[in-house]
């Protein structure tokens, strides 16, 4: 018997049932409080997903803040360099869990056009630990917004991506 079976028929059009596990899936996936790494071109991809025109804040993503301590999803955006790592991963490990990573265009991906140059990071996965990676040199607005929606597929039926990661 499913918990819904147990509600009054007069109430199940006014009451809602669900877990507080899933509530609190709900209510993450639905608020990600993005903390920006601007790295380079990227960034202007990822300022455009916010201004008026793509319009981030339609879904519930827009508070876009300038502290690890407030954030809950870190937008990687542009070429990541050997000498700028120690700061990412600082910043990354500062933010307060649960926490999500969004790898944005190819140079956070695996390097993008600079992957043989000495000083740049192949792909900020070697660094922190990434969520969702989203292709692209640079990807637009667009992508960003869908990589996020994937991560909220992923924040709250968690147990798909862990069937499909085996
Ligand atoms: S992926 Fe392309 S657009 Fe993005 S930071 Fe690298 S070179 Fe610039």
Redesign the pocket.
């Known amino acids: 018997m499913e918990i819904v079976d147990l509600v009054p028929e007069v109430l199940k059009n006014n009451v809602m049932i669900t877990t507080i596990d899933g509530l609190f899936k709900w209510a993450r996936s639905n608020s990600l409080w993005p903390l920006t790494s601007g ?5 202007i ?1 990822m300022m455009c997903a916010a201004a008026a025109r793509f319009d981030l804040a339609r879904f519930g993503y827009e508070v876009f803040r300038p502290s690890p301590r407030q954030a809950d999803l870190f937008i990687v ?3 990541l360099t050997w000498k700028m790592a120690p700061p990412l991963k600082r910043l990354y490990e500062q933010m307060p869990e649960p926490k999500y990573v969004i790898a ?6 695996a390097g ?3 992957a043989d140059a000495y000083s740049v990071v192949p792909g900020i996965d070697k660094i922190i630990p990434v969520d969702v990676f989203i292709p ?4 637009r607005p667009e992508a960003l917004i869908y990589g996020m929606l994937q991560l909220k597929e992923k924040i709250r039926h968690p147990e798909i991506v862990q069937r499909t990661a085996k």
Do not use: I
Not at 39 to 43: D, F, M
Not at 104 to 109: L, T, V
């Open positions: 790295l380079s071109c990227c960034a991809e955006a542009g070429t944005m265009g190819s140079c956070a991906n993008g056009p600079f692209g040199c640079p990807p």
